[in-house]
């Protein structure tokens, strides 16, 4: 799709300095950037560019903190959970949702560059708002097999 490689680098672009800044702020013993308002917002013109609908509910996502890290306690790996509209859906921020937007928009009709929930994924974690749960990697193997 015209456009999907720039949109990624935006999207990198924008999560690098929310970690960056989270970095100086953590090292300056200031309040985190994700603690407080407009810290997402100042990032929300370039995101609304690419990412249209998506941006607005995305961040709504990472707002209410609907975005879940689940880490294998032995393995180290892990799947993202994001809660939405009484649905979980497992997330792999590089490339994978497993909502139905994400089948027919993204990789169906190529008309999205990424669902809301990848996008509030990465965005999740570039701010550190997303909820880390450690559990037995039995659990972790259950989630990923009912893809
Ligand atoms: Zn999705």
Not at 49 to 66: I, N, R, W
Not at 103 to 115: G, L, P
Not at 131 to 139: A, C, G, I, L, Y
Request: glycine share 10%; aromatic share 6%.
């Amino acid at each position: 799709m015209p456009g999907e490689e720039l949109a990624g680098l935006v999207l990198a672009r924008v999560c690098e300095d929310l970690a960056a800044r989270r970095q100086r702020a953590g090292e300056e013993g200031a309040p985190l950037p994700g603690g407080g308002p407009g810290v997402l917002d100042a990032h929300l013109a370039p995101l609304l560019v690419f990412f249209e609908k998506q941006a607005d509910k995305a961040l709504d996502l990472v707002e209410s903190g609907a975005v879940k890290k689940v880490v294998g306690e032995g393995s180290g790996r892990a799947a993202f959970q994001v809660e939405g509209h009484g649905e979980t859906y497992v997330v792999f921020p590089d490339h994978f949702c497993s909502c139905m937007s994400f089948y027919f928009d993204v990789v169906t009709k190529k008309e999205a560059h990424m669902c809301k929930h990848l996008l509030a994924t990465r965005l999740a974690e570039a701010t550190a708002r997303c909820t880390t749960v450690v559990v037995p990697d039995t659990h972790l193997a259950e989630i990923l097999m009912e893809l």
